[in-house]
């Protein structure tokens, strides 16, 4: 029998770009649609094979999760990869003797996929500027040529690390006493430990990434320091003249890419930026009168610049953010926060589970979707799912023809609302937790009508009730997110819905059966299976020890406020659907005493999960990221290039100092 061709066996195109301080990763059917993307940290060769193995393995990872699909065999997938230290042909020999597995492996010099993309495959030349240089060019005549790229630190110039090296030949001489200081100069000293001592430290343990993470300091500084504005001089002549060995015929466009492409522009000859385009992928990084630039649509937009810790999918960068509508581009470096003061800049928070808030509630329909929004939107939440209780058919159809008119005339400043999360009446009357007793079998016949009123994004139900099993498989074939919540379910029945395609669970630990050793409850086919679920970490729902113990188990476990009429309000008497509700000491309950929702808001969430001990970018991402990647929304959640301008600016106590919703500024009175 013939053997078969592995090729034929591929489900799975995997396109890889890796250098010093990320690795990217986009995942695509093999018949080209693109379904997911993921990100981890760098896979430059020059950190070792079996780190850049791990890397691309960890954003291969974080794509399929994002996907919602199981992780295929490597056997499936075709590979390319364009990394960084490719150069050095026995790093590349020994990479690709380390394949893990992939049918079919290409793997090229980031340079050349670059130069490949910039010009879409036409002749061009690029200069790509980061952590390190290369420059490349693609000649009429199909002949490819490079210049640099000999590496950090006999080459790389006017790299991130090339940079960094002048910085820290200056501070050398500072401290010595053969130049005198300055802000520029002490701001370098500082970032590299304050003295001499620890400076030595910091040298016998730096990396070109490391190098690399003081550029943004010389950026900063260049337009009032003489020193600093020398080194970007001298740089800006060392990316000439690889763009001229190029190209000496000055014909071909050029395009400058990579972190510091932008930055360098200004130090440009005339003569070079005549013929520099933008990269495709990015907006035109020319900058016209008055600082303007163009949408992609043609219109114009006023272009916002703000500097800080930058979260990153790939981790913390220090530097300048651009962007109008959406993220232009970010011009910075590896950074550690806790080395310097600025501020921290990150995604804006997204919450799955908000009924109400400035003394209204998603119920009483009409206006109150909108003064909701507007309201936690001063607490930094830039999207949101309006949720409803269980209630009178009446009233539900009421609300969310409301919540259909405010997704279609969103308001400025106000958070986007997404859609809909119909959180009953579909549950067990047994676990009405606070909801008022109108709890019903769904039917999928029912569940489309109310989904014409608005986005029905996420939904509710109790799966141990008669049908909906089935149900969930129907909704969750239909793009529906289904959650389990309110249920009296067993361990049996949530693994059964988990396999019925349900993907979450409703305000894990409440109104649910708990966790003991010989009946695992609910709770524990969540810490058991569960890759997402909901949580409300107002220290009041669930105890500390058990959102430990939640994080621990469920690797995408996210956070929501469940938050009430009452959410922004002095004490006293609000609405919750049909029923009054009681705030009172931070807390709102039924006149039994029965929890009822949160006045939670998401930047207080924040503050309490990095006093469990979180570090800052984990918190962050179950404010904001993993539930963006719940619901499938790639736009939102993450600060990268393309994607909305929704951005949370807090200050060293994590404080909120500026919130931006697609770009626009909100405002903050009263908040």
Not at 508 to 534: I, K, S, T
Request: charged fraction near 20%; hydrophobic fraction near 40%; aromatic fraction near 4%.
């Amino acid at each position: 029998m013939a053997a078969q061709d592995p090729h034929s066996m591929i489900d799975y195109l995997i396109g890889v770009d890796g250098g010093g301080t990320g690795t990217r990763v986009r995942i695509a059917r093999a018949g080209g649609q693109e379904i997911a993307q993921g990100q981890s940290g760098p896979s430059g060769l020059a950190h070792g094979i079996a780190h850049a193995w791990q890397a691309v393995g960890d954003a291969v990872a974080k794509a399929f999760a994002t996907a919602g699909i199981e992780h295929p065999p490597l056997a499936s997938m075709a590979i390319g990869l364009g990394l960084a230290g490719v150069h050095n042909k026995e790093w590349a020999a020994q990479f690709e003797a380390a394949n893990p597995g992939y049918a079919a492996l290409r793997l090229e010099t980031d340079g050349f996929t670059t130069l490949f993309g910039a010009h879409q495959g036409r002749p061009g030349a690029i200069v790509a500027i980061g952590t390190g240089s290369v420059a490349q060019v693609l000649l009429p005549s199909g002949e490819q040529r490079e210049v640099g790229g000999w590496g950090f630190p006999a080459g790389d110039e006017a790299s991130g690390g090339w940079i960094g090296l002048r910085a820290i030949n200056h501070i050398e001489q500072v401290i010595d006493g053969r130049k005198s200081t300055s802000a520029f100069a002490r701001e370098l000293i500082e970032a590299c430990g304050g003295h001499r001592d620890a400076i030595q430290s910091w040298l016998a343990k730096a990396s070109q990434t490391t190098y690399a993470s003081l550029a943004p300091i010389v950026v900063a500084h260049a337009a009032s320091d003489t020193t600093a504005d020398a080194i970007l001089r001298e740089a800006g002549r060392e990316v000439a003249l690889m763009a001229r060995a190029l190209d000496q015929s000055g014909t071909l466009p050029l395009a400058l890419c990579g972190g510091l492409g932008n930055v360098l522009r200004a130090y440009l000859p005339a003569e070079l930026l005549e013929r520099s385009v933008a990269p495709p992928g990015r907006r035109s990084q020319r900058r016209a009168a008055h600082d303007r630039t163009i949408h992609s649509e043609g219109a114009p937009a006023m272009t916002t610049s703000i500097n800080g810790n930058i979260l990153t999918p790939e981790g913390w960068v220090r530097g300048e953010l651009r962007f109008h509508q959406r993220i232009d581009a970010i011009q910075a470096f590896a950074a550690d926060p806790a080395v310097n003061s600025d501020d921290y800049i990150i995604p804006g928070f997204v919450d799955l589970h908000v009924h109400g808030a400035g003394g209204r509630d998603i119920m009483q329909g009409g206006d109150a979707p909108q003064v909701i929004a507007k309201t936690h939107a001063k607490h930094g939440t830039t999207s949101m799912l309006a949720t409803t209780m269980t209630a009178p058919p009446e009233d539900i159809v009421a609300a969310l023809k409301a919540v259909g008119e405010a997704c279609a005339r969103p308001v400025p400043g106000s958070a986007r609302i997404l859609g809909v999360h119909l959180e009953g009446p579909y549950i067990n009357e047994g676990k009405l937790g606070a909801q008022p007793n109108y709890a019903k079998s769904a039917t999928l016949e029912e569940v489309n009508e109310l989904g014409a009123l608005a986005p029905m994004r996420l939904i509710t139900v109790a799966p141990e009730l008669e049908g909906h099993l089935e149900l969930v498989r129907q909704l969750a074939d239909a793009g529906i997110r289904v959650q389990i919540g309110h249920t009296t379910g067993s361990y049996d029945d949530g693994v059964a819905a988990l396999e019925h395609g349900a993907a979450g669970f409703t305000h894990l630990f409440n109104a649910m059966n708990g966790l003991h050793h010989r009946e695992p409850g609910m709770v524990g086919a969540a810490l058991a299976h569960a890759q997402y679920a909901e949580l409300i970490p107002d220290l009041l729902h669930v105890h500390p020890g058990a959102i430990k113990v939640a994080l621990r188990a469920i690797p995408h476990l996210y956070c929501v406020t469940d938050s009430t009429a009452a959410t922004g309000m002095p004490d006293g008497e609000y609405m919750l659907g049909r029923q009054v509700v009681h705030k009172c000491l931070g807390g709102v309950r039924l006149p039994d005493g029965t929890l009822a929702g949160s006045t939670l808001t998401m930047d207080q969430a924040l503050r309490n999960l990095v006093s469990l001990g979180l570090d800052l970018a984990d918190a962050s991402r179950r404010v904001s990221t993993y539930a963006a990647d719940y619901l499938g929304e790639t736009q939102i959640g993450r600060i990268a290039p393309g994607c909305f301008a929704d951005l949370v600016v807090l200050d060293r106590n994590l404080n909120i100092k500026a919130v931006y919703i697609e770009g626009e500024a909100c405002d903050l009175n009263d908040a």
